[in-house]
């Protein structure tokens, strides 16, 4: 069974650093493409980041030069390394997985972690 | 960046009514169009994708249609757990942009 489980939400001061986790069991990581989606507080989803199959990562500009997408293989996990941190980066962070067809569905998600940025 | 203008933003329906969700991007994405049905506090899940592919496990009643740059989401006969917010997100290039979502509620 494909599952995925975010860990590493929290509340953070605007500025700082954090790492969310995305643990996935019942297939392999490397071998799809994986995003990051987020949802602020009472808002539409938002596209994050991917990293595809090949290694290659793409981002939103919002986050550009601030968010890290990458993967540990022999963990199976994805991760996203968040610095410098605003309010408006304050939102439900969900993983998925894109499914291998056209278009890239994403079929499977986490059960999202929340990121609160606040002083 | 290709922007996706879903409508309506919400919408009132009975149970055993038909709805459409309309879904229309700023430039042609063929057919790199995927809808998702979000329940409250909960994950989106997906429905169609590819435009008119029916992911496993959904039910029948829901179907899309739609390629370039006008896409529709349609439920034959409304369910009571039909009632979520519906997102379109298009894959075509990056970044991949959703629609603002749209609100089924109950009549």
């Known amino acids: 069974e494909v599952q995925l489980v975010e860990t590493g939400g929290g509340l953070i001061q605007p500025g700082g650093s954090l790492r969310l986790s995305c643990a996935a069991s019942?297939?392999?990581?490397?071998?799809?493409?994986m995003s990051w989606v987020r949802q602020a507080p009472g808002k539409g989803l938002e596209w994050v980041s991917i990293?595809?199959?090949?290694?290659?990562?793409h981002y939103t500009d919002s986050v550009k030069g601030r968010f890290t997408i990458s993967r540990d293989n022999s963990k199976n996990t994805l991760y996203l390394q968040m610095n410098s941190l605003r309010a408006e980066d304050t939102a439900v962070y969900y993983c998925?997985?894109?499914?291998?067809?056209?278009?890239?569905?994403?079929?499977?998600w986490g059960h999202g972690t929340l990121v609160t940025v606040s002083s | 960046d290709i922007q996706m203008a879903q409508s309506p933003s919400s919408l009132s329906a009975s149970v055993g009514d038909r709805v459409t969700i309309t879904c229309r991007a700023s430039?042609?994405?063929?057919?790199?169009l995927n809808w998702y049905q979000q329940k409250p506090g909960k994950a989106p899940k997906l429905l169609i994708y590819?435009?008119?592919s029916l992911q496993g496990g959904v039910p029948s009643r829901f179907s899309g249609s739609g390629s370039g740059t006008d896409f529709t989401l349609t439920i034959s006969s409304l369910q009571p757990e039909d009632f979520a917010s519906y997102y379109c997100?298009?894959?075509?290039?990056?970044?991949?942009?959703f629609g603002q979502g749209t609100k089924l509620e109950i009549k």
């Open positions: 019942g297939f392999t990581v490397s071998s799809n493409y």
């Open positions: 997100q298009q894959t075509y290039s990056i970044p991949y942009t």
């Open positions: 998925a997985r894109s499914r291998i067809a056209v278009a890239d569905p994403l079929d499977y």
């Open positions: 430039q042609s994405i063929n057919n790199y």
């Open positions: 590819a435009a008119s």
């Open positions: 990293t595809y199959s090949d290694g290659s990562t």
